[in-house]
């Protein structure tokens, strides 16, 4: 996924939205932690260029496959794209039994559903600190789990 997850997003950021970066799109060495340090540069530099870039550049019309788009529909897109991938991640994870820290908002582990007021518990608090940790082995952060209560919205069964 690391490697889709990269070239993809070179490719819709510099082919479709005109965004490039200088860096190479994959690490030299490919293994996680050099994975996560040459994405957080790249999304950092692609995130400079897209601060940079007016209400009306978002707004153009550009190539989205074989058809025409705006720029903000493209990247919406994208956006969505990283989400089916992140998705599809953690129900990998959830099957090999793993703890899953919050994404969008608070998970099984970090105490159920927002309705019962579960934590959001970010396993970093920024890249930084996540390229800092994970050099060193990776912080883990105890999880409280789901509680008493069901983290479903499903009704008993």
């Not at 995130?47 to 019309?61: M, P, V």
């Not at 956006?79 to 703890?99: E, N």
């Not at 996540?130 to 082995?137: A, H, R, V």
Request: charged share 30%; with cysteine.
């Amino acid at each position: 996924p690391s490697v889709h997850q990269c070239l993809s997003e070179d490719k819709w950021m510099s082919a479709m939205l005109g965004i490039e970066t200088k860096e190479a799109v994959l690490p030299s060495i490919e293994n996680k932690f050099d994975f996560m340090k040459c994405y957080a540069r790249a999304a950092q530099t692609r995130l400079e260029e897209l601060r940079s870039k007016s209400d009306d550049w978002f707004g153009e019309i550009t190539e989205f496959f074989e058809v025409s788009r705006s720029r903000a529909w493209v990247l919406t897109r994208r956006i969505t794209h990283t989400s089916h991938h992140r998705g599809q991640l953690t129900a990998y994870l959830r099957i090999l039994g793993k703890d899953l820290y919050s994404t969008y908002g608070p998970s099984a582990d970090t105490g159920g559903l927002p309705q019962n007021n579960a934590d959001v518990i970010y396993r970093y608090s920024s890249i930084d600190e996540l390229i800092s940790e994970e050099e060193k082995g990776g912080k883990r952060l105890a999880l409280p789990g789901s509680g008493m209560k069901r983290p479903t919205e499903r009704a008993k069964e």
